[in-house]
């Protein structure tokens, strides 16, 4: 549990680690000179954006939904779980993130009349909330998934 709980760490964490590399990148001269900037913006926007976090979020909850539960779980459940899973977090972050910062009226009232902490347990406390909603929804999907394979062997 505590290496799922790394390997979660640093899949929310890529986004910040890459975007201060990307500008230490883009401010060197030797870096300027030898690599072209279109590789260095694929790489950005597809590999270290998308990619990574996708996967590992993807081995996170496979695990989780594979090898945590008292039952055997077949395989093919928790893949189908995990991916559903993941394609849900990664839209709600994104979608979430988007809304807090353009729209939301809890997230402007707060930012000026608390500044800072409170705003953001806050809004902690709902990520935290909706992300689980998800979790255990693809949890449930991955039982449902198991019992019907159980039942077709069976």
Partial sequence: ????????????SI???????HKTLRESEVIAKHINPKVVSITDNFFLQYLIPLTLAFI???????????????TKAAVIAAAICTILWEVFKSLFAF???????IGIVLSQLLQGTLTSIIFFLLWISFSLII??????????LNERINEKTA
């Fill in 1 to 12: 549990m505590f290496v799922l709980g790394i390997i979660m760490l640093i899949s929310i």
């Fill in 15 to 21: 986004t910040a680690i890459w975007t201060a590399l």
């Fill in 60 to 74: 996170v909850f496979f695990i989780l939904y594979k090898f945590i539960p008292e039952i055997k779980v077949h």
């Fill in 99 to 105: 809304y807090v910062a353009h729209f939301s009226a």
């Fill in 135 to 144: 979790f255990f929804w693809c949890a449930e999907l991955a039982a449902v």
